[in-house]
């Protein structure tokens, strides 16, 4: 079935970065889009980013611009997300998620399925 | 951006009886509006797309209506399983994506 698996928690310290991995089985890797949304503890739902795995192309939420990073191993079925210069803010669980099939733009998204989940902590 | 508002904050309901939830967007989304289900600890689920479409394997007790900028989830017999936080989404207007704060459906 579809699965998106996500890395496990990481603890970094302010001023570094961070690399998340979202590993996906079940379909076909570029065939849908790959978005990236956090919660932070107790909060609700932020958009972070998109990514078409097949082209490479990638869209930011402007909160995030100059600091994140979407790439992709397509040989491995596998997205990462690589946020630099934490702060203690960016502490949340980190979730893939799947875009609609049929459609690898950034707009017009809805998602399904959720990884897991990645609770990454920002503490010195 | 879009902001989008959702009420009440918290409901309590019991088992067997209807829950609707209320989703606002400060601008007209057209039909563009998802719902997800969170139970606590996990990650969100896909329930609703395009206002009232259901997601695949989503019980038939779950319906989406609304248009423009007034959206509801009703879900007609609450099951135990639905005791959760609901969180409604517009994708019409991008980027960002936005979500409701959510509503935490509790038994009563």
């Known amino acids: 079935q579809v699965q998106l698996v996500q890395s496990g928690a990481d603890v970094k310290k302010p001023g570094a970065s961070v690399k998340i991995s979202c590993k996906a089985t079940?379909?076909?890797?570029?065939?849908?889009?790959l978005h990236w949304v956090r919660q932070a503890p107790g909060q609700g739902l932020e958009w972070v980013g998109w990514?078409?795995?097949?082209?490479?192309?990638?869209a930011y939420s402007q909160k995030f611009q100059g600091r994140v990073s979407i790439t992709r191993d397509t040989s491995a079925r596998t997205a990462y997300l690589e946020l630099s210069s934490l702060r203690s803010e960016d502490t949340a669980v980190y979730y893939c998620?799947?875009?609609?099939?049929?459609?690898?733009?950034?707009?017009?998204?809805?998602?399904?399925?959720w990884g897991q989940g990645t609770l990454v902590t920002v503490s010195s | 951006e879009i902001v989008m508002t959702q009420s009440p904050a918290t409901l309590s309901v019991s088992p067997g009886e209807r829950a609707t939830l209320s989703c606002r967007a400060s601008q007209s989304v057209s039909n563009n509006l998802a719902w997800y289900q969170q139970r606590p600890g996990q990650a969100p689920r896909l329930l609703i797309y395009d206002t009232s479409t259901r997601a695949t394997g989503v019980p038939a007790r779950f319906s989406g209506s609304g248009s423009g900028t007034e959206f509801t989830l009703t879900i007609s017999s609450l099951q135990s399983e639905d005791f959760a936080i609901y969180y409604c989404q517009q994708y019409d207007n991008w980027p960002p994506y936005t979500f409701g704060q959510g509503t935490k459906l509790e038994i009563k």
């Open positions: 998620a799947r875009g609609p099939p049929g459609w690898l733009r950034p707009e017009y998204n809805w998602f399904d399925p």
């Open positions: 079940g379909y076909t890797f570029s065939s849908f889009g």
């Open positions: 990514m078409n795995p097949g082209n490479a192309d990638t």
